[in-house]
């Protein structure tokens, strides 16, 4: 059974600093690539940021570039997002994505609250 298992989230003042945790487990981490996602109240679930199989590409949505930084460790099989910089836009909930695009399997986290807030 997959899970993915996310950790890191909270309360974080504007400005501050967050760094999110992905653990996953019953699935060969190392064919996935990897992706954050965010939901706010209110709002659609958008794309965050994402990370390759072999961590050889990342992209970041316009949002966040320059601001969050994905990384995994596949020995570890982790992937985590490093917030900083953070804004009162970016609360919302955070989900770990994992994706195989040959096989078109995709599997979610349960998701983890960011609230940015004075």
């Known amino acids: 059974q997959v899970q993915l298992v996310e950790s890191g989230g909270g309360l974080v003042k504007p400005g501050g600093s967050l760094r999110l945790s992905c653990a996953a487990s019953?699935?060969?981490?190392?064919?996935?690539?990897m992706l954050w996602y965010r939901q706010a109240p209110g709002k659609e679930r958008e794309w965050v940021a994402g990370?390759?199989?072999?961590?050889?590409?990342?992209k970041y949505a316009d949002s966040v570039k320059g601001r969050f930084t994905i990384f995994r460790d596949n020995a570890k099989n982790t992937v985590d997002l490093q917030m900083d910089s953070l804004k009162p836009e970016d609360t919302a909930v955070y989900y770990c994505?994992?994706?195989?695009?040959?096989?078109?399997?995709?599997?979610w986290g349960q998701g983890i609250q960011v609230t940015v807030s004075s």
């Open positions: 990370i390759t199989s072999d961590s050889r590409h990342k």
């Open positions: 994505n994992a994706y195989n695009a040959p096989r078109d399997l995709r599997y």
């Open positions: 019953g699935l060969t981490f190392s064919y996935y690539g």
